[in-house]
């Protein structure tokens, strides 16, 4: 392989930290400020991400004209222990590049909605204070030019999540939602950290250009661990099988936060790390295979649960956790189909984005409802929201010439190119994966716009206001069209990351695999409708077991439950008593026992000069017996 | 041509301007104090006494470098005065540290006239007494810490024992008078002064008994001399030992090493505070300064005879000062036993001769530092005119007075050693010079020590955080120009040290090593 280096950042790509900079100081000043900002805080929060987009705009179109396609920009020195040194580096490259665009558009979309969506909300200020917190730890995290950067980037992400998941902290679900989010992933970090100590250990570096160069250089053994390590981090941040749980439960989140950040932009950082650690993944078969295992897994699981849910975010988080899988899968299966995973990264994100707000917009109307079975009749009241609903629907099921046409079918078609049995089984998985996405995405959105109303009786539903309907707009436009522009463009772009996509042949041609997708996404799609254009019950039936085993996440609450919860409270309670018993009473008897001492010998500070001088004489007249039995010795 | 001159004596004036400068300034002191008027004598006496010590302060800065005796004749060294790097290190930190503890005697705002007696002779709570309480304190204290201050710089270069000795008095008579000139509270004053006038007498017996054994060893009281004599003396070694038993007891006396500690607690206690805190910073820099010299300069080569018994005090007055201060409820006498205990941490660079110089050095200013403020800051919690040195006292302290309950927690952070503090910064660099000149054994001791210590420190930050304060807490007065620098200084220099000590160490480093060893 070709040695992986990156160029020095000039001009305008010098300004790379000022991408970052920008939301951070929002942050800042937004929570710094106090009260006194509440009434124009939030537009300093769009203004900051309105002009960081324009930068990365800027810094996009240098970056094309120039010939290397990279730009690195070294701030300043971490640490430097040994022959250990950690510089803060950004590293502006196509990838990165499109993230930045990603973050900064479409969170810049988010924004403007959540101006309108916070609008009532008392704590509007610092919720764009950590919004902007977000932004700026996500552009680190995708612009740092090391492991230990992203991994500033990471964490940084994963406090401004549980911030926001638990905005509505006076709720206790929320607040137990912020609480498993976090500490699911800081069991998944766990594995980032590791993956950097055996970098540190083996290749003395954390920079991305070392790691790489140095990457043959590993036994098989280390670059499996490192491999698996970082997917173990990947899978935490991303939602995915086992970490899964989190991601549905984060919806307790104000709307706008899962649009951006569960569902654009941070769950998706764990495709983000795999593929920029391509070389690493690339390299070992066994990691690659244990990536395609976890996302066949997790888009099936995501799909099948996603059926079972009433809860309209519910099952958009589990068609999240559905479709990231893809984009697992398709980083997992390498070469040309790294490329294909970002472009449903990029695709997903816009039309995520959609629906999430459009459920908002939804919630809106009806007293922030969200059970689907209590809608139903909407497009008539919301036409603009039911308009861009259903084009993130259409984009999401993968009607050509709709986005997800684009960006899924590719991955569905190199899943069968695997060779062997594991082609049909992935590909197998994927195409089912489809189907399903295409029933219960139909599914919602027919309960939700057509059918009969269902609605409580105090419920007036009405079109949200501009500044929320804009956005939707937006984000529906580039639903439908992003990924038809995007397919054949974004994978030239990134070939200086990945290197050129060779054509692979398998199991099914791609004209084969299109039509079988089209066929199962329209049957899926017909019998969602079918099934759900009468509405439906009210409450919900007494289900056959798949049914009940889908409603209760296919048995991973039951499985953390008993696998995680009972004994770390029996571990708990087991070293509380240890605690109070053992240790508190050595420690007490330690400090009785020295206070006692204190007290006994305090006697002798009686007060007298003539004891005192007593006191020194004995003294000396131990030192001087002392140095005459060296001398008898 | 004078004698002098002929004997080829020549004497280097600038080598010793410090001292003379600062013994000049105390004598135009009692001149002032018989021809100025009274009301201009306080800001005619802490100027001069201030600008006195920082031009010793230059003065010392000047000599850097100097390696060499500061009389020679026919250019052989005299050993009286020496201007070595430890010395010059040493005089240079008595001069800072007591430029800060002439501004805290000067303090008159925390109470009404400052907190010395306008009259030491007028009887104890006799009317007169009473009625002299509202008078400005004596200005006297400020020559008298000069002469102090230019004994304990004497002491730390002085190169024989003779002029060690009197160097030694030097020091001590101001501080036995010192002790005694409290405004309030004046018989347990002058309790604390006699207490220490007898036994620092009692010390001195010893001092010069050991002297005379010495000199019978070596025939010299010149250190070089005596280390000399310790390999090659026909003498019996009996005279050696008496001698070294003898001038180390004096020396640790001085230092408040068990069981010659006593003193100590009853005397911080007794003494007006600002007087405490320059016998806590300065007198502990110049006894250490002292042993230092004399354990690595005289007696190096007989360090296998002295090592074992050195060893049991610097384990008894680490431990020692660590459990008396558990049970302490009076903070006066807390820094007191905290005080010994920093004695026993100081001990083990002192035996571990020339690898710990310069740490024990750092650990000398770093703790002179934080200690003055520590002082300082008692200084300022009055319940009406009278310190509140009662702990229970203090209780949420940092409800009324944020301000000050940082600054306390910062110092006492400092003095059980946590990191970011000079505490630990000192702390770490003695103990790892320890471990390099392999007394393992006396760093653990050491760190088990530090454990015990935290625990009442740790105490006072509890006190001052987490409990509800009295309705009649005591009051702090802030700000206090003088005192209010004091602290400011002190904590500063606690921090810089804590974070940033490299230059300092640097120094020392360059300043470590003793001239005829």
């Given at each position: 392989m070709d040695e992986i280096s990156y160029a020095p950042a000039e001009g305008l790509l010098s300004l790379a930290w000022l991408l970052i900079a920008l939301p951070a100081f929002g942050a800042a000043v937004l929570l710094l400020a106090g009260r006194r900002a509440d009434k124009w805080g939030h537009w300093l929060g769009v203004a900051t991400i309105g002009g960081a987009f324009a930068l990365a705009l800027a810094m996009f179109a240098s970056l094309a004209g120039l010939d290397d396609k990279s730009a690195n920009l070294d701030l300043f020195t971490i640490l430097s222990v040994g022959d250990l040194d950690i510089e803060a580096n950004l590293l502006f490259d196509p990838l990165s590049a499109v993230f930045c665009l990603l973050i900064t558009g479409v969170g810049f979309l988010i924004h403007v909605y959540a101006v309108g969506y916070m609008s009532h909300d008392p704590g509007r200020r610092k919720f764009f204070a950590y919004f902007n917190l977000f932004a700026a730890a996500m552009l680190v995290l995708v612009l740092g030019g090391n492991y230990f950067m992203t991994f500033i980037g990471w964490e940084g992400v994963g406090l401004a999540s549980y911030l926001l998941i638990a905005f509505w902290q006076l709720k206790p679900a929320a607040a137990t939602a912020g609480k498993k989010a976090f500490l699911t992933n800081r069991v998944a970090d766990v594995g980032f950290l590791l993956a950097m100590f055996t970098m540190i250990g083996t290749l003395g570096t954390v920079d991305f250009a070392g790691v790489f160069n140095g990457a043959a250089s590993l036994s098989t053994g280390t670059s499996l661990a490192i491999g698996l390590l970082l997917l173990a981090a990947a899978c935490g941040k991303s939602g995915q099988f086992p970490f899964q749980t989190w991601l549905p439960d984060a919806m307790e989140g104000p709307t706008p936060v899962s649009a951006l950040i569960h569902a654009a932009t941070m769950v998706t950082a764990g495709v983000y790390l795999i593929a920029r650690s391509h070389v690493i993944f690339s390299l070992n078969a066994d990691v690659q295979t244990a990536v395609v295992i976890v996302g066949a897994l997790t888009l099936l699981f995501g799909a099948i649960v996603g059926c079972a849910k009433d809860d309209i975010k519910r099952v958009l988080a589990w068609s999240t956790v559905s479709q990231i899988g893809y984009m697992f899968l398709a980083v997992g299966l390498g070469g040309g189909a790294f490329a294909l995973g970002i472009i449903h990264l990029l695709a997903h994100g816009f039309f995520k984005a959609g629906l999430f707000l459009g459920s908002g917009s939804v919630m809106h109307a009806m007293n922030d409802q969200t059970d689907i079975r209590r809608f139903g009749g909407l497009w008539r009241k919301m036409p603009l929201t039911y308009a861009t609903f259903a084009a993130g629907w259409l984009a999401i099921i993968g009607l050509f010439p709709f986005s997800g046409f684009w960006t899924k079918d590719p991955i569905i078609a190199s899943a069968f190119a695997r060779e062997g049995w594991q082609g049909w089984a992935v590909g197998g998985a994927a195409l089912l994966g489809a189907a399903l996405t295409a029933f219960y995405m139909t599914r919602v959105f027919v309960l939700t716009f057509h059918g009969p109303k269902r609605w409580t009786d105090d419920v007036h539903p009405h079109e949200s206001p501009a500044i929320m309907t804009v956005p939707l707009v937006l984000l529906g436009l580039g639903s439908l069209g992003a990924g038809g522009l995007m397919a054949s463009s974004v994978t030239t772009w990134l070939t200086p990351v990945f290197g050129e996509a060779h054509e692979v042949h398998g199991h099914l041609s791609h004209t084969q695999v299109t039509v079988a997708t089209t066929i199962v996404v329209v049957l899926g799609a017909a019998l969602g409708w079918l099934l759900f254009r009468g509405g439906t019950d009210e409450v919900p039936r007494a289900a056959a077991w798949p049914v009940r085993a889908a409603r209760a996440d296919l048995g991973g609450e039951a499985v953390n439950r008993g696998l995680f919860e009972r004994p770390s409270r029996l571990a708990a309670s087991a070293s509380v008593a240890m605690d109070g018993r053992v240790v508190d009473g050595a420690v007490n008897g330690l400090a009785a026992g020295v206070g006692g001492t204190s007290r006994r010998l305090l006697v002798m500070q009686t007060g007298f000069v003539r004891s005192y001088a007593l006191s020194i004489l004995s003294g000396a007249v131990i030192v001087v017996a002392a140095l005459m039995v060296v001398v008898i010795q | 041509m004078n004698e002098a001159q002929q004997a080829g004596l020549q004497i280097d004036w600038a080598g010793l301007a410090p001292m003379i400068i600062v013994f000049v300034a105390a004598f135009a002191g009692l001149l002032v104090e018989a021809t100025v008027l009274k009301a201009r004598r306080l800001v005619v006496q802490v100027s001069l006494a201030v600008l006195a010590l920082a031009a010793a302060f230059a003065a010392v800065v000047m000599n850097a470098g100097k390696n060499s005796a500061a009389f020679e004749i026919e250019g052989v060294g005299i050993g009286s005065v020496v201007l070595d790097g430890p010395g010059l290190f040493l005089q240079g930190t008595l001069a800072v540290l007591a430029i800060i503890a002439v501004l805290l005697l000067a303090e008159r705002r925390t109470t009404r006239g400052g907190d010395f007696v306008a009259e030491a002779a007028v009887v104890a709570d006799s009317a007169a007494d009473r009625a002299q309480r509202r008078e400005p304190g004596a200005t006297e204290i400020f020559p008298l810490t000069l002469f102090a201050v230019g004994g304990m710089m004497m002491f730390v270069t002085a190169g024989d024992l003779l002029t060690m000795f009197v160097a030694l008095e030097m020091l001590s008579l101001p501080l036995y008078l010192l002790c005694g000139l409290a405004k309030r509270r004046r018989?347990?004053?002058?309790?604390?002064?006699?207490?220490?006038?007898?036994?620092?007498?009692?010390?001195?017996?010893?001092?010069?008994?050991?002297?005379?054994?010495?000199?019978?060893?070596?025939?010299?009281?010149?250190?070089?001399?005596?280390?000399?004599?310790?390999?090659?003396?026909?003498?019996?070694?009996?005279?050696?030992?008496?001698?070294?038993?003898?001038?180390?007891?004096?020396?640790?006396?001085?230092?408040?090493?068990?069981?010659?500690?006593?003193?100590?607690?009853?005397?911080?206690?007794?003494?007006?505070?600002?007087?405490?805190?320059?016998?806590?910073?300065?007198?502990?820099?110049?006894?250490?300064?002292?042993?230092?010299?004399?354990?690595?300069?005289?007696?190096?080569?007989?360090?296998?005879?002295?090592?074992?018994?050195?060893?049991?005090?610097?384990?008894?007055?680490?431990?020692?000062?660590?459990?008396?201060?558990?049970?302490?409820?009076n903070i006066k006498r807390l820094l007191a036993y905290s005080s010994i205990a920093n004695a026993g941490y100081l001990l083990i660079g002192v035996i571990a001769l020339g690898e710990a110089v310069g740490q024990t050095m750092f650990y000398l200013a770093a703790y002179g530092f934080t200690v003055i403020a520590a002082f300082a800051v008692v200084s300022l919690v009055r319940d009406g005119d009278e310190e509140a040195t009662h702990l229970a006292r203090w209780a949420g302290l940092g409800k009324k007075s944020p301000g000050t309950a940082v600054v306390v927690t910062i110092l006492m952070l400092a003095l059980a050693g946590l990191p970011f503090t000079s505490g630990f910064t000192a702390k770490f660099s003695l103990f790892s010079a320890a471990l390099q000149a392999d007394e393992l054994g006396l760093v653990i001791v050491g760190v088990i020590s530090s454990a015990i210590l935290a625990f009442p420190y740790l105490k006072v930050v509890v006190l001052l955080w987490l409990n509800e304060p009295a309705p009649d807490a005591p009051t702090v007065n802030l700000p206090s120009p003088m005192a209010g620098t004091v602290v400011a200084a002190g904590v500063a220099a606690t921090l810089v040290l804590g974070v940033a000590p490299g230059f300092l160490l640097d120094i020392v480093d360059q300043a470590s090593i003793f001239l005829n060893t």
């Open positions: - | 018989l347990i004053s002058q309790e604390a002064a006699l207490k220490y006038f007898l036994l620092g007498a009692f010390a001195s017996a010893f001092y010069v008994y050991g002297m005379a054994m010495l000199y019978g060893f070596a025939g010299t009281v010149d250190l070089a001399g005596i280390n000399q004599a310790g390999t090659d003396s026909g003498q019996p070694r009996m005279f050696l030992y008496i001698g070294v038993a003898m001038i180390a007891v004096a020396m640790l006396f001085k230092a408040a090493a068990v069981p010659f500690h006593m003193w100590t607690p009853d005397v911080y206690t007794g003494a007006p505070t600002p007087v405490t805190a320059l016998m806590a910073a300065c007198v502990k820099v110049a006894a250490f300064g002292g042993l230092l010299r004399v354990f690595n300069v005289g007696l190096a080569s007989s360090a296998w005879d002295w090592h074992l018994i050195l060893t049991v005090i610097a384990v008894a007055t680490m431990l020692g000062g660590a459990i008396f201060a558990v049970t302490q409820r």
